[in-house]
């Protein structure tokens, strides 16, 4: 099992640059890739941004590309993923997730929202 927690969400002006933390704990969560997804209301969950453990390569959705980066510090089990720019197209629920393939999820945060006024 590994338990994830989120922090850095809240209500934030547009072209903002907050910063998510996701801390990890558990089984190992060094060994895990990290990713961070997002749900705004009325869509699906998005994979938008993931780190591979093995060898620190990155994946973004194009929405993203150029304005997030996710980075991990294993020394603390602790994922990141700074914004800048953002827009009210940001606004959503944003989910960190472990999973043992790079891309996935096999474990989920509880969230935190991320509000983007215009």
């Known amino acids: 099992q590994v338990q994830l927690v989120e922090s850095g969400g809240g209500l934030v002006q547009a072209g903002g640059s907050p910063r998510l933390s996701c801390v990890a704990s558990?089984?190992?969560?060094?060994?895990?890739?990290m990713a961070w997804f997002r749900q705004a209301p009325g869509k699906e969950r998005e994979l938008v941004a993931a780190?591979?453990?093995?060898?620190?390569?990155?994946d973004y959705v194009d929405s993203v590309k150029g304005r997030f980066t996710i980075s991990i510090d294993n020394a603390k089990n602790t994922v990141y993923l700074q914004m800048t720019g953002l827009t009210p197209e940001d606004t959503a629920v944003y989910y960190c997730?472990?999973?043992?393939?790079?891309?996935?999820?096999?474990?989920w945060g509880q969230g935190t929202q991320v509000t983007v006024s215009s």
């Open positions: 997730a472990a999973g043992s393939r790079f891309r996935t999820s096999d474990y």
């Open positions: 558990g089984r190992t969560p060094s060994r895990y890739n």
């Open positions: 780190i591979s453990w093995s060898d620190g390569s990155t």
